[in-house]
């Protein structure tokens, strides 16, 4: 313990140059000569707030503040100054920096400062749009209400050497012109001309299928699935989705119009022709802000086997990352599935599964999926992939109300997920199922710490942030659960039921009734027969005393479910806390169930 290097709580800030190569090699000396006249402003800021500049490296600074808000307010003075000095130059020549700040730990040593506290400061720096500031939990939670900003959540990210993931958000001062999307325009899936990402966004355009045959639409849709798996797995970018059955609704959609519904700068698009063993794929990606041309590909080549369409998905999608200028985590994640799959026809089999499963709305496509992923075990029985995929169907199974059992369900998806993870999972979907397993069995730090490991896994995936913030919810922590929830709604603009009906808990835990009626709503006119929705609005009409609406739902949920019960319901509801629950249960009576 005598050894030990001296320690102190600090927080952070530490900012860079965006595009700091780029503007070095158009104008090497102008760009030296800016930055340095910027970087002493930044410097005497830091100062007036009661900071200190530890470092530079480059066009980088990192700074030291006793107090968060003095860190918070040289950042936004920061940024506020730069944004004036900015605004008569050419895009082109703007110079401007990215700016984290975290508050942590941090060792001090020969004038210099280091620690967990920096490494994370310096990972919120990179999710930074230029520009702006984004900042850690551990500062929004500092901060509170003592600043006029506004803070948007843009997601869990996993930090090199630091065990837990790091919760982000983006800053803007009130006054900005840019809003973050009200709850109810989340709710519904409206989420304006820009989501509050830290990162690239992009969506993808249904793939077209040049031709009139099953075979080939089922061909186009592979591409669209098999990209998108790979996307949401890459952790700078931000891909957001369409889960509309079998894609219809961004189908019928022009790529401008995928680009403003769907909140995303970037819009990739594509065409399958097959004819013969011979199969031509186009694929274009646009800057949708400017409708520009960023990247377009024809590519030509020989089927034989269905192991070729995964060597073109990987093709297009080196391009997409090179095109936008953003690496593949370590190199491999566009190839996992590829990679851990090696038999053509196990291949088939899992890609006619997934597709399955993730547009299936009956018992028999569920049944069919599962088939098809026993299949691709038989085939591959040392992969983990099949086995992962199978677990995610029977737990899909369970919350789409089609198993016959969904206690021996979810006891055969809990041992499929245990088996793809001993086998290394590359997918993440072992983590979603083991979330939701846990929580049903009321045990809540492991059914955190999967549901931890599925956002992780899964940066871009809707599913993951919904099963967190349900965990998050059922632990009592709804206010938390809120932006996991909103974050969900705002991955998948067009999407299922589930995503709203998960928002709508969240608003009722944290008393945000009128919120939690009116994403209630948003779910039930997406699917009229969840009868726990219907049990969050007439919960939420009856916490406002509006007796009259609260009856009506009740009665519109027994014309659903004639036989329903809620003392069965309460047995299923695996709120940590007896208060929750019991309040619930309360507002339920008064609307008239028994």
Same mark, same amino acid.
């Given at each position: 313990?005598?050894?030990?290097?001296?320690?102190?709580?600090?927080?952070?800030?530490?900012?860079?140059?965006?595009?700091?190569?780029?503007?070095?090699?158009?104008?090497?000396?102008?760009?030296?000569?800016?930055?340095?006249?910027?970087? @002493?402003? !930044?410097?005497?800021?830091?100062?007036?707030? =009661?900071?200190? %500049?530890?470092?530079? *490296?480059?066009?980088?600074? $990192? +700074?030291?503040?006793?107090?968060?808000?003095?860190?918070?307010?040289?950042?936004?003075?920061?940024?506020?100054?730069?944004?004036?000095?900015?605004?008569?130059?050419?895009?082109?020549?703007?110079?401007?920096?990215?700016?984290?700040?975290?508050?942590? @730990?941090? !060792?001090?040593?020969?004038?210099?400062?280091? =620690?967990?506290? %920096?490494?994370?400061? *310096?990972?919120?720096?990179? $999710? +930074?749009?230029?520009?702006?500031?984004?900042?850690?939990?551990?500062?929004?939670?500092?901060?509170?209400?003592?600043?006029?900003?506004?803070?948007?959540?843009?997601?869990?990210?996993?930090?090199?050497?630091?065990?837990?993931?790091?919760?982000?958000?983006?800053?803007?001062?009130?006054?900005?012109?840019?809003?973050?999307?009200?709850?109810?325009?989340?709710?519904?899936?409206?989420?304006?001309?820009?989501?509050?990402?830290?990162?690239?966004?992009?969506?993808?355009?249904?793939?077209?299928?040049?031709?009139?045959?099953?075979?080939?639409?089922?061909?186009?849709?592979?591409?669209?699935?098999?990209?998108?798996?790979?996307?949401?797995?890459?952790?700078?970018?931000?891909?957001?989705?369409?889960?509309?059955?079998?894609?219809?609704?961004?189908?019928?959609?022009?790529?401008?119009?995928?680009?403003?519904?769907?909140?995303?700068?970037?819009?990739?698009?594509?065409?399958?022709?097959?004819?013969?063993?011979?199969?031509?794929?186009?694929?274009?990606?646009?800057?949708?802000?400017?409708?520009?041309?960023?990247?377009?590909?024809?590519?030509?080549?020989?089927?034989?086997?269905?192991?070729?369409?995964?060597?073109?998905?990987?093709?297009?999608?080196?391009?997409?990352?090179?095109?936008?200028?953003?690496?593949?985590?370590?190199?491999?994640?566009?190839?996992?599935?590829?990679?851990?799959?090696?038999?053509?026809?196990?291949?088939?089999?899992?890609?006619?599964?997934?597709?399955?499963?993730?547009?299936?709305?009956?018992?028999?496509?569920?049944?069919?999926?599962?088939?098809?992923?026993?299949?691709?075990?038989?085939?591959?029985?040392?992969?983990?992939?099949?086995?992962?995929?199978?677990?995610?169907?029977?737990?899909?199974?369970?919350?789409?109300?089609?198993?016959?059992?969904?206690?021996?369900?979810?006891?055969?998806?809990?041992?499929?997920?245990?088996?793809?993870?001993?086998?290394?999972?590359?997918?993440?979907?072992?983590?979603?199922?083991?979330?939701?397993?846990?929580?049903?069995?009321?045990?809540?730090?492991?059914?955190?710490?999967?549901?931890?490991?599925?956002?992780?896994?899964?940066?871009?995936?809707?599913?993951?942030?919904?099963?967190?913030?349900?965990?998050?919810?059922?632990?009592?922590?709804?206010?938390?659960?809120?932006?996991?929830?909103?974050?969900?709604?705002?991955?998948?603009?067009?999407?299922?039921?589930?995503?709203?009906?998960?928002?709508?808990?969240?608003?009722?835990?944290?008393?945000?009734?009128?919120?939690?009626?009116?994403?209630?709503?948003?779910?039930?006119?997406?699917?009229?027969?969840?009868?726990?929705?219907?049990?969050?609005?007439?919960?939420?009409?009856?916490?406002?005393?509006?007796?009259?609406?609260?009856?009506?739902?009740?009665?519109?949920?027994?014309?659903?479910?004639?036989?329903?019960?809620?003392?069965?319901?309460?047995?299923?509801?695996?709120?940590?806390?007896?208060?929750?629950?019991?309040?619930?249960?309360?507002?339920?009576?008064?609307?008239?169930?028994?």
């Amino acid at each position: 313990m005598g050894d030990r290097l001296p320690r102190r709580l600090a927080a952070i800030l530490y900012a860079d140059v965006a595009g700091y190569s780029r503007l070095m090699g158009e104008d090497e000396e102008a760009t030296h000569r800016v930055v340095s006249e910027y970087l @002493d402003f !930044i410097a005497a800021s830091i100062a007036s707030h =009661g900071g200190k %500049v530890m470092h530079y *490296a480059g066009d980088a600074v $990192l +700074a030291r503040f006793d107090a968060v808000v003095d860190a918070m307010s040289a950042a936004i003075a920061i940024q506020s100054e730069l944004k004036a000095r900015n605004e008569d130059l050419p895009d082109e020549r703007k110079i401007q920096f990215r700016v984290g700040v975290n508050s942590g @730990d941090v !060792i001090e040593e020969r004038g210099d400062m280091y =620690g967990d506290g %920096v490494n994370v400061a *310096a990972r919120l720096e990179s $999710l +930074a749009q230029p520009g702006e500031v984004c900042i850690s939990d551990a500062v929004r939670t500092a901060i509170g209400n003592k600043l006029p900003c506004q803070y948007a959540f843009i997601g869990e990210h996993s930090v090199k050497n630091i065990r837990e993931p790091v919760r982000a958000y983006r800053v803007f001062e009130q006054s900005s012109e840019t809003v973050t999307p009200s709850s109810q325009e989340l709710s519904a899936g409206v989420t304006g001309s820009r989501l509050p990402f830290g990162k690239p966004s992009i969506a993808i355009k249904p793939f077209e299928d040049i031709g009139a045959d099953a075979e080939q639409i089922r061909l186009a849709d592979a591409f669209t699935n098999g990209i998108a798996a790979a996307l949401t797995r890459v952790p700078p970018l931000v891909l957001v989705n369409d889960e509309s059955p079998s894609l219809v609704e961004s189908k019928k959609m022009t790529m401008q119009e995928v680009g403003k519904r769907f909140g995303v700068r970037y819009v990739l698009k594509g065409a399958v022709q097959k004819i013969g063993e011979r199969i031509r794929v186009n694929a274009e990606l646009t800057d949708a802000s400017s409708s520009r041309y960023l990247w377009a590909e024809s590519i030509d080549r020989e089927l034989h086997d269905f192991g070729d369409i995964f060597d073109i998905q990987d093709e297009i999608i080196e391009e997409i990352v090179t095109a936008l200028n953003v690496k593949l985590l370590g190199g491999e994640a566009a190839r996992l599935v590829r990679r851990a799959l090696r038999d053509p026809v196990a291949l088939e089999r899992y890609y006619r599964g997934e597709d399955l499963l993730w547009h299936s709305t009956m018992k028999l496509e569920f049944q069919e999926a599962q088939r098809l992923f026993e299949e691709t075990i038989r085939l591959e029985p040392d992969s983990p992939v099949g086995y992962a995929a199978a677990a995610l169907t029977h737990w899909a199974e369970v919350i789409s109300g089609l198993s016959d059992s969904p206690s021996l369900s979810l006891e055969r998806a809990s041992e499929l997920a245990h088996r793809a993870i001993r086998l290394n999972d590359v997918t993440g979907y072992a983590h979603m199922v083991l979330a939701h397993v846990h929580l049903s069995r009321r045990e809540y730090d492991e059914a955190m710490a999967e549901a931890s490991r599925a956002v992780a896994d899964r940066p871009s995936c809707p599913a993951a942030y919904a099963i967190k913030a349900s965990v998050l919810t059922y632990l009592d922590r709804a206010s938390d659960a809120v932006e996991f929830a909103q974050y969900a709604v705002s991955l998948t603009p067009i999407h299922p039921p589930m995503y709203p009906a998960v928002l709508a808990r969240a608003y009722y835990g944290c008393e945000r009734y009128e919120e939690a009626i009116a994403a209630s709503k948003d779910a039930i006119a997406l699917e009229g027969k969840d009868t726990s929705t219907y049990l969050i609005l007439a919960a939420s009409n009856a916490a406002l005393e509006r007796t009259a609406e609260a009856e009506h739902t009740a009665q519109e949920l027994l014309n659903i479910k004639q036989d329903f019960s809620l003392a069965e319901f309460a047995e299923s509801q695996p709120y940590k806390e007896n208060r929750t629950l019991d309040r619930l249960i309360d507002r339920l009576k008064t609307a008239g169930l028994s």
